[in-house]
């Protein structure tokens, strides 16, 4: 595909789909009969002209993500966040966890694993191969994982490039959406109760 960013984007072969997180999330019109080549290539070309303008790059190029690697942190926030507001926080948590002097240097992203169960084992009916599994679980690795889980729009991409300052290393969303952040795994445990106890006024036992 023309456009500008196509070498930047990973071939891994452990990558679901080598183009996730690149096709740029909006508002499209399309001909009924139109080629597919053709609607990615607006979409790829969406994205550069909404993602990658000279002020983001230079914001990029600061931040010493690849873009790769921002758009793949993006769409994890992109699908960890209830709202723009907790976009901020969530990306901060992750910031931290990402810092050289962690204590919890794993992303554990649930959506991630959602990403393996809902999407990679059905595509394998179930027999995913390991390396391919673990390529995209950051409960068993660090990092970010091998390619995107969504395709983010300008507000996660944002919030991964300017997280709030926050001490915060955990996080964990009620049903009510409401976002519980804490410092220490006690504070997470204490949240997680709280989140519960939202839960079951629906019904609903787990988070």
């Not at 969406?46 to 600061?62: G, H, M, Q, W, Y």
């Not at 993500?65 to 926030?77: M, P, R, T």
Request: net charge negative; with cysteine.
């Amino acid at each position: 595909f023309d456009v500008s960013f196509m070498d930047q984007i990973s071939d891994d072969p452990l990558k679901m789909v080598r183009l996730d997180g690149f096709l740029f999330p909006d508002t499209y019109e399309f001909y009924a009969d139109e080629a597919v080549d053709s609607i990615i290539l607006r979409m790829l070309k969406n994205f550069e002209t909404k993602v990658l303008t000279e002020a983001r790059k230079a914001e990029i190029a600061d931040s010493g993500f690849s873009l790769e690697d921002l758009v793949v942190f993006a769409s994890i926030i992109q699908k960890e966040a209830a709202n723009v507001e907790e976009m901020y926080n969530v990306s901060s948590v992750f910031h931290n966890r990402l810092q050289p002097d962690s204590p919890y240097p794993r992303l554990e992203s649930c959506t991630t694993n959602n990403y393996i169960s809902d999407f990679i084992q059905p595509a394998f009916e179930g027999a995913a191969p390991e390396n391919l599994l673990a390529a995209y679980d950051t409960y068993g690795k660090t990092g970010f994982p091998v390619g995107a889980i969504a395709n983010p729009g300008l507000d996660a991409i944002d919030a991964a490039l300017h997280p709030n300052d926050t001490d915060y290393y955990f996080f964990v969303t009620d049903i009510e959406y409401t976002h519980y952040y804490g410092r220490t795994w006690e504070d997470h445990q204490a949240n997680i109760q709280k989140a519960l106890a939202v839960n079951k006024k629906y019904g609903k036992d787990t988070l």
